[in-house]
Every structure is written in C-alpha cells, then in structure tokens.
C-alpha cells in the first residue's frame, strides 16, 4: 500500500492530474496542428520540387538555410516582448500587452527591412558558400535555382513578419486556436498553389522553384490577414484590442525594459540560426549528394519537431501566466510536468520517425546514393528527439521568467563555442564522411541538456517582471483590465 501511495505521488509530481492535462493539450494541441500542417506543407513543398530534380532541391534547400536566420530573429524579437504579454495577461494589464503589441510592430520592421536589404546585395556570396561539387556545371544550376528562388522568397518576410505579430500576441493570451485556423488556411493556399505554379497547371505557366516561392508568399498573406480580422473584430473578447492601433507609442521605460529582454533573445536566435547555417555549410563541404540527404532529413524533422515545439510554447504560456500573477511554486510544478510531457512525447515520436527512415527518401526524384544516405541520417536525427526536446523544455523554461542573458548564454553562446567549432574541425580536419560528422555534431545536444537541467533545477529562472508595474497604462492612454471590468 506505501508503495502503491509513493508511486501515485511520483506520478502526479512528473505527470499531473487530468486536469492540468486537459489544459495543456487546449495550449499545446492547437499549436502543434498548425505548426505540423505548416511543416506538413512545407514538406510538399520539398517533396515537389525534388521533382524537378537534385539541383533545384539542392538551391531551394541552400536558400531555406539562410532565411531561416531572419525567420528565428523575428522569433527571438516577439519572444522578447512576448515575456512581458503573457505575464501582463496573467496580471491583468491590458495597456501593457498593447505596448508590448507595438513593439514587436516596431521591432518586425527593423528585422525586415535589414534582412531584404542584405540579401540584395549579399544572397548570391552566401549561397556559394554552399557549393562544393567538382563539377561546374552542376554548381552552376545550383546557384541558379538558388538565386531565382531568393529573388522572390525574401519578399515573404513581410507578411510573415506581420502574421507573427498578430498570431504570437493570440498565443501569449491563450488563444491558439484561431491561429491554428488561420495556419490551415494558409496550408490550403500554399498546397494548391504550388501544384498549380511550380508544375504549370490550368493554363498557368510552369514557373519552377519561382512558383513555390509565390505561392509560400501568398499563403502568408492569407495566415496574417485571418489573424488581423478575427483579432480586431473580437475586442469584446480582449480588451487590450481597444486601441492597439491607435499610436505607436510606448511608455520609455517600458521601452527599455522590453529591450533589454528582447535583444539578448535577437542575438541569441540570430546566434544559433547563423551557427546552424555554419553547421550545414560545414556539412555542404562533403558534396552536393550530402547538402541533398541532410535536406530530406530536414524536412522530415521538422514535421516530428512539433510536438516539443508546442510544448516550449505551453511552457511560455502557462509557467509564464503563473509567475505574472506571482505564483512561483505552481509555476516549478508546472514546468516539471511539461518537460516530462515533451520529453516523452517527442522519444514516441522519434521512434515512428526511424521507421519511417526506409521509405520517406523514395518520394524523391534523386539517386539511390542520396536516399540511402538520407535514410540513415533521418535515424540519427530520430535517435535524437527526446534529447533535443529537453533542451527546448530547459530553453523555454529560463525564458518563461525573462531571464533571456541566460538563455543566451545556454542556446546561443553554446552553439557557436562547441557545436560550430567541432562540426568546423571535423570537417577541415578529417576526412569523415557526411553520416558521423553528422552524428557527433548532434550529439552535442547531450551535453547542453546536462546544462539545461542543472539551470532549470536551480529556478534562477523563477521571476515576475510585473510585480512592481501592475500597469504601464496608468497614464490614462487606455484603462486597465479593472477598469474595462468596471
């Protein structure tokens, strides 16, 4: 019976009861459809063009490397702000989400616009940095496809920047259905219009990796323009909608203060992006069949990924509602049990991924050479999972309570002093093949979960930012959550 009674308490301690559960997958569920549906078609995306062959994958690929250091930046940039809406919410200040609201208008702009300017005169030096093949002409047309995929992608930076605003501040709030909805929406867009633009259907013209760019550029138009409708046509629902657009003004001291979190979190994801690139461009240095295998591991991953992306997301969520209405203790209990539900859920998942290793590479127009290689890098990847889940439990965690110099140092700074290095060395340094520069590189992700649960145990991360500023509206621009309640 004592034994029986122990096991009962461990299992509520790392699992929680029912109804903790139920909360978490009315967060997590929403966001982990939207983003697998999202990942879902962007390996179609993949997938499709691979029908036009190696090269045009390979360039698609290269380009998708490098955009998603701007994407993750504009992450780190909502993020940063994103701290303060979720804790704002837990403690009721309305004014304070529709300040952290404009700065992300301002900070989006910012990313944006440098990232469009940077690739226009440097998108063609970075590709190349890509290329190894002893063959020129196979280069050639690599770069080529690259550049003409390029040329229209990086226009996506701005309604995607936008749709984030929006889908980021519903998420912060507990709202993630509706971004949920406008993600399939997106997908449906993004599905039918690369059938028709890439391949050349109904009379349209066959426009190639051009037409998959396009076609992802107006399924961003179609997620941010549901988000902005149903957001500002509910403000019944959320007050904080009530003149959120009114001014970009934002009180300075708040301004800073979001700063000062928002920055170390920019870097941090412009940091481990960039060092992720560097670790492809390492990987790129064994040949084109290798910059090919690793795109069909990468695209598989990302759909498997979800699930402890959605569960960094509830951390953010529910660890940081509970610290923003200064319920420390509950906010540790919370966050044990999602860790324990994404480290579990993600070694199911890794185990469904490695049996799909045999047959996902045959959906390729490719060698025999790429598929075998890509098979047995996606179970390298799979074999991974639960480590790299905990690691985003443990990032998620320290960022719920703003302590983003820390996590900088654990993601960012961690990345470029002994992933990058070693993938650098081993790549200049031996003459390994593709498959374990690949598997000792990943497993560095073992070492920075050690880090992870070492910082996390310590709760340097336990923090409420909004205990001395219950409301930054205080200035009569708008009333607080009281005040509407009134």
């Not at 060092?275 to 069949?289: A, F």
């Not at 209405?325 to 209990?333: P, S």
């Not at 045959?362 to 050479?369: A, E, K, P, R």
């Not at 703003?402 to 070693?422: H, I, K, R």
Request: charged share 15%; net charge positive.
């Amino acid at each position: 019976m004592h034994i029986r009674r122990r096991d009962s308490v461990l299992v509520k301690r790392y699992l929680g009861d029912r109804a903790f559960f139920s909360r978490f997958l009315m967060i997590a569920l929403p966001i982990a459809i939207q983003n697998g549906i999202t990942n879902l078609v962007g390996l179609l995306d993949n997938v499709m063009v691979g029908q036009l062959g190696t090269m045009p994958m390979n360039g698609v690929s290269i380009v998708n490397q490098i955009m998603m250091v701007p994407y993750l930046c504009l992450f780190g940039a909502m993020a940063g702000a994103g701290i303060y809406t979720a804790q704002f919410f837990g403690s009721g200040d309305n004014d304070g989400i529709r300040f952290t609201f404009r700065f992300k208008g301002i900070a989006c702009a910012f990313v944006v616009a440098g990232t469009m300017l940077f690739l226009s005169f440097y998108g063609a030096n970075l590709i190349g940095l890509f290329l190894h093949s002893s063959d020129p002409q196979e280069t050639e047309a690599a770069l080529r496809y690259a550049m003409d995929y390029l040329r229209v992608a990086m226009w996506g930076l701005v309604p995607f920047g936008i749709s984030q605003i929006y889908v980021s501040t519903m998420r912060e709030v507990g709202q993630t259905v509706v971004p949920m909805k406008a993600g399939l929406a997106a997908v449906a867009v993004n599905v039918g219009l690369n059938y028709l633009l890439i391949f050349g259907k109904l009379g349209l013209p066959a426009m190639g990796v051009k037409g998959a760019a396009l076609a992802t550029i107006c399924a961003r138009c179609v997620e941010g323009c549901v988000a902005i409708v149903w957001l500002h046509t509910h403000g019944g629902q959320f007050p904080f909608v009530k003149g959120l657009l009114r001014s970009p003004r934002i009180p300075p001291r708040l301004f800073v203060q979001i700063l000062v979190k928002c920055v170390p979190l920019l870097i941090n994801e412009g940091m481990w992006s960039g060092g992720v690139t560097m670790m492809h461009q390492c990987y790129s240095t064994r040949g084109l069949d290798a910059v090919a295998g690793i795109s069909i591991c990468a695209t598989l991953s990302d759909v498997f990924i979800v699930f402890f992306i959605a569960a960094g997301d509830a951390i953010a969520i529910m660890v940081g509602q509970l610290l923003g209405a200064d319920k420390k203790e509950e906010a540790k209990d919370a966050d044990r049990v999602l860790c324990t539900y994404s480290v579990l859920g993600s070694a199911v998942l890794g185990v469904v991924m490695a049996l799909c290793a045999p047959f996902f590479p045959l959906l390729y127009h490719t060698s025999g050479q790429v598929r075998s290689l890509a098979a047995s890098l996606i179970v390298a990847a799979a074999l991974m999972l639960p480590i790299q889940a905990f690691t985003n439990a443990s990032y998620f965690t320290l960022r719920s309570g703003g302590n983003t110099l820390v996590t900088f140092v654990f993601d960012g700074l961690f990345m470029w002093t002994v992933a990058v290095p070693l993938a650098y060395m081993i790549t200049r340094w031996t003459s390994l093949p593709i498959l374990p520069v690949y598997f000792f590189c990943q497993g560095t992700e073992i070492v920075k979960a050690a880090v992870g649960f070492v910082l996390v145990r310590k709760g340097i991360w336990v923090n409420n930012m909004t205990k001395s500023d219950k409301t930054f509206g205080a200035n009569g621009e708008n009333e607080n959550l009281q005040k509407n309640a009134e």
